[in-house]
């Protein structure tokens, strides 16, 4: 019988990795499940402040236990990411070639670093903005006062998408450097950026100007700033030719 002992070493070398992983998110939900309530709240607190009666309401009885429970465990997870990151790049680096593990390391910090600030900037900018409308629109005699639970569903899907929109630049610099896309084609397409970021303002944004525009120029400079950043891959792979 034939042992194979490259693809033993790749099996225990990715258990340990999974074990690593887990554990700290493990560690990570334990300490956030203590404060679960107050991470709920703190996520409400757009919201709350605009609300008439200053609370939501639970429409189910398990609600109260298990809504700050899955926030809490989606929290951990949201930290850890970076840690989750870091186990992937140690578990592909061995195969990689050296510049290859130069370039992965860094893209995969700025990816997370602007994951983060895409739900910073929807917690911070967008959600004061949409919560102050939505709390406006009420028809006489209407009381906002939402679930517990669908708030927290929409929270963290708006939550989700603006990360998603600031992984612009990455996604850019992805295409150019696996050659799907040129830097030339994205520089041409700049009018159409423009015109999606707007749309994207219009979707996402409260129905006013200011507030559509707010939104749609940071979504445009991640363009610019991927459109910039692809000058560097561009140099960067001639020069590994030469």
Avoid at 44 to 73: D, E, W, Y
Wanted: no cysteine; hydrophobic share 55%; net charge positive.
């Amino acid at each position: 019988m034939n042992s194979n002992p490259n693809g033993l070493l790749f099996f225990i070398e990715l258990r340990t990795r999974l074990i690593y992983s887990f554990t700290v998110l493990f560690i990570l939900f334990a300490v956030l499940l203590y404060f679960a309530n107050h991470l709920y709240t703190y996520l409400a607190l757009p919201l709350l402040k605009f609300l008439p009666n200053g609370h939501l309401i639970a429409t189910q009885i398990v609600s109260p236990l298990f809504v700050p429970f899955k926030l809490a465990f989606m929290a951990s997870v949201l930290l850890a990411m970076p840690f989750f990151l870091y186990q992937l790049w140690a578990f592909i680096s061995p195969a990689l070639y050296g510049y290859e593990r130069r370039a992965i390391w860094p893209f995969l910090l700025s990816s997370a670093f602007l994951f983060y600030a895409g739900i910073t900037f929807a917690y911070f900018v967008i959600f004061p903005m949409l919560f102050h409308f939505l709390a406006g629109i009420a028809p006489t005699g209407v009381v906002l006062s939402p679930d517990i639970s669908e708030y927290l569903d929409f929270a963290t899907k708006l939550l989700l998408v603006f990360g998603g929109l600031f992984e612009i630049p990455m996604v850019m610099l992805l295409l150019v450097s696996v050659n799907l896309v040129t830097r030339e084609r994205f520089i041409k397409m700049r009018s159409y950026a423009i015109v999606s970021a707007f749309v994207v303002g219009m979707l996402l944004a409260p129905p006013d100007v200011l507030s559509q525009t707010v939104l749609a120029i940071p979504i445009y400079l991640l363009y610019e700033a991927g459109i910039f950043l692809s000058k560097f891959t561009g140099r960067k792979r001639n020069d590994t030719k030469k």
